[in-house]
C-alpha cells in the first residue's frame, strides 16, 4: 500500500541546480531503501542513485560528483539534490522504494509518477 509522489522538476540552464523530493503518501519510508531513477525520451529506464536503511549511498558514474541522495524519515521523504546539470540530465526522474540484494539495489515495494527535469539553454 506504499505510494510514492515526486516533485521539483523544472525546465533548468546548464549548470544549474535542482532538488527533487520524493514523499510517501501513504505508507511509510523507514523500513524500505530508496532509488532515483531517470528516463529519457528512447532510452531505458536506469537507476542513478539509491539510499540504504542505514544512509548507506550509491551513485551511477554520470552522476558520480554531482548529485546527492538523501532521506528525511521524519519527514517521510527522500531526495535528490542535483547541480552542475547537463542537457544529458533531461529526462524524466522516478523515486521508488525497495532493497539491498548483495549491495546492490531493486526497486521491489513501489514506484511515483515521475517528475520532468528539462536542461537546456
Known amino acids: 500500500q506504499l505510494q510514492l509522489v515526486e516533485s521539483g522538476g523544472d525546465s533548468v540552464q546548464p549548470g544549474g541546480s535542482l532538488r527533487l523530493s520524493c514523499v510517501a503518501s501513504?505508507?511509510?519510508?523507514?523500513?524500505?531503501?530508496v532509488g532515483w531513477h531517470r528516463q529519457a525520451p528512447g532510452t531505458q529506464r536506469d537507476l542513478i542513485a539509491a539510499?540504504?536503511?542505514?544512509?548507506?549511498?550509491n551513485y551511477a558514474d554520470s552522476v558520480q560528483g554531482r548529485f546527492t541522495i538523501s532521506r528525511d524519515n521524519s519527514a517521510n521523504a527522500a531526495y535528490l539534490q542535483m547541480n552542475s546539470l547537463k542537457p544529458d540530465d533531461t529526462a524524466r526522474y522516478y523515486c521508488?522504494?525497495?532493497?539491498?540484494?548483495?549491495?546492490?539495489?531493486?526497486?521491489?515495494?513501489?514506484w511515483g509518477q515521475g517528475t520532468r527535469v528539462t536542461v537546456s539553454s
Open positions: 539510499i540504504a536503511i542505514d544512509g548507506n549511498t
Open positions: 501513504a505508507g511509510t519510508l523507514d523500513t524500505y531503501a
Open positions: 521508488s522504494a525497495g532493497n539491498y540484494y548483495k549491495g546492490v539495489y531493486y526497486s521491489t515495494a513501489g
